[in-house]
């Protein structure tokens, strides 16, 4: 009894044992036959079994492998050829002479299809995806006996030696064509590709090099190197940097060179809504990480400015945002007037090489034939409420200013749910400044628009470069303008607005060339020709309208010298763009020589023309010539100023020039002002 239960034990060890030995021959077996398994014999029920389950066509043509691991297989295809669905424009998802697919294992079993490596030579690829979510990727049959919503694959490495890409997806307005080319003598960029189609209904064509790999989807890999030269209709693009993943455009970090016609261009390609602009140059680095694009180290130019700053642009909102500073060391007055509807003019149009210059203000404005010039552009109300935007932008200096000598200027520019606000808008002008704000309410359409602007301490000898070359004028001028109403444009808010406009000056002086002109006093010009210029005191000025839906109606236009007083009437069309003012010159002294009379503007903003009521003129005429006919001394009699001219009571001018007078106008300032704080 002793020694059998001594043996017992020892009996169940060899068992154990002989257990072990007996499992792990089988281990040893198995993995002999699976690595040795004759794959190919598999190769016509595969065939089979894939067609069935995505509906398509799917052969191996050639011969099938098979290299086991723990965790991942890899799948050797000499020759594949994978049809797409019907629907799709290709006729094959991939046909390729050659294909090694790396494929995890143990996600089969959720039925998950995990593709850390696909190794293509040769290759055809036709993908495409429609708005109703069908990808040519997707791997499923519908109930249609279709492919196209089944499961998507997650590839992580895709090399390509050689082939082709056919890429359509009509909802996002891409259509394009690629040839691949790989050669390893090209060090660290050996994947040479180029591209042509259309993208965003643009012509698209672009060319570069890679690394041998492209990163599909994030799998823990280093992002790969790209360089790329596109062209996407007026835009170019050059860029170097690397990628993280293809299918989300993420992890970017590339040095770029962007040039094309406007900015306003890259709205139907990224979907950023900018500006309306001249022709633009701009290099800098950007970097994007999930939602959110980085533009850094900008610098560059627009136009004839210099431009430069820093971007974001965050598309995980529900309403993509814009944010950023932007500045200009220079910046060039031509290159305003697109921002307000205008083209550029000829110079800014040429002022960047390597862009066809848009049409240019000089060539609309012929082409135009309606002999008017205020923007006719109309806002883009559906850019105004794709996205929110906060960005300020300051110019050290302004050049070229002609008649509006603007010093510098800065702006913040707020764009929040289809509210587009300039606030504050800070112009430094003639030594003084413009300050306020402007708001665009493209909620509904036309858009509510209104703009409230104060000026303040103007230079008069800034604004009137004949009287700054004079070298004694001086004189301040204060003023305001609030006007509001309802346009599609420029042209069209102004030819409907209401509100207040006024210009105030108090005491000053300037040389008197222009008052001598203006009011035509003989002796004066003898005068002034004899002695040359003198000092005129300015006693107060005051210009001021009421403006009723786009009629802008003189309220106070009053200019009291020393030696004359100017009282103007009438008004400014700005739907029609004509101009119709009376001024009466006033000398205050006793002259001979004069053939005063009231002088007028006419004509229209094109073509504004000045000019003298006649009747009286031609009266004074006929005075001289009965005179000459009896004494030639009697012809100046004819000609004889008294004088009548009297100071202004200055304090009536400011203050009549300081409230609207009419109920339209009264409402259209209050609703103007209501937008500044």
Known sequence: MAGSSINAPSRSARSAKRGLLALGVLLVALVLLLMFFPWDVLRGPINRYVSDKTGRHFEITRRLDVTLGLR???????????????????????????????????????????????????????????????????????????????????????????????????????????????????GDLPLSYSMKGRYKQQPLSAEGRTGNVLQIDHVGQPPFPIEIKAAAGRTRLNASGTVGSLTELDEIDAKFDLKGQTLGDLYGLLGVALPQTSPYAVRGQVRKRAKLWEVSSMAGRLGLSDIGGQLSFDQGAATPKLSGTLSSKVMDMDDLGPLIGLPPTERSAKAVEGVAPPPTVEQVQRRRGDGKVLPTAPLDFERLRAMNADVRYTAERIRNVRDIPLDRGSVHVALQDAVLTLDPLDLGVAGGKIAGAIRIGAASQPADIRAALDLRALQLARLVPKLEASGNSVGRIDGRINISGAGSSVATWLGGASGDVALLMG????????????????????????????????????????????????????????????????????????????????????????????LTVGGTFANPRPGVEVAPLLARAAGVVAGATINPLLALAATLETGPGKDADCGAVLQDARTPDSRTATQGAARAKAIRP
């Open 507 to 598: 005491a000053g002086q300037f040389g008197n060339l222009l008052p001598v002109f203006a009011t035509l006093v003989g002796g004066d010009i003898l005068k002034f020709l004899a002695r040359g210029d003198k000092d005129v005191q300015l006693r107060c000025a005051a210009v001021a309208f009421d403006v009723n839906k786009g009629v802008m109606d003189s309220r106070t236009m009053v200019l009291d010298t020393s030696n004359a007083v100017f009282i103007a009437t009438g008004q400014a069309n700005l739907a029609k763009e004509t101009l119709d003012f009376t001024i009466r010159p006033e000398p205050k002294s006793k002259s001979i020589l004069s053939i005063r009379t009231p």
């Open 72 to 186: 991942q297989a890899t799948v050797h295809l000499d020759g594949i050829e994978f049809a797409n669905p019907s629907w799709a424009r290709a006729p094959y998802l991939v046909k390729a002479e050659r294909a090694d697919i790396d494929l995890r294992l143990w996600p089969l079993l959720r039925g998950a299809v995990v593709l850390p490596g696909v190794r293509l030579a040769g290759p055809q690829l036709g993908l495409q995806m429609e708005a109703d979510g069908r990808r040519t990727w997707a791997l499923g049959k519908s109930d249609a006996g279709e492919g196209g919503k089944g499961t998507v694959p997650t590839i992580g490495l895709l090399q390509v030696d050689n082939g082709a890409l056919d890429f359509l997806a009509p909802a996002y307005g891409v259509d394009l064509q690629a040839q691949f080319s790989f050669d390893p003598a090209r």
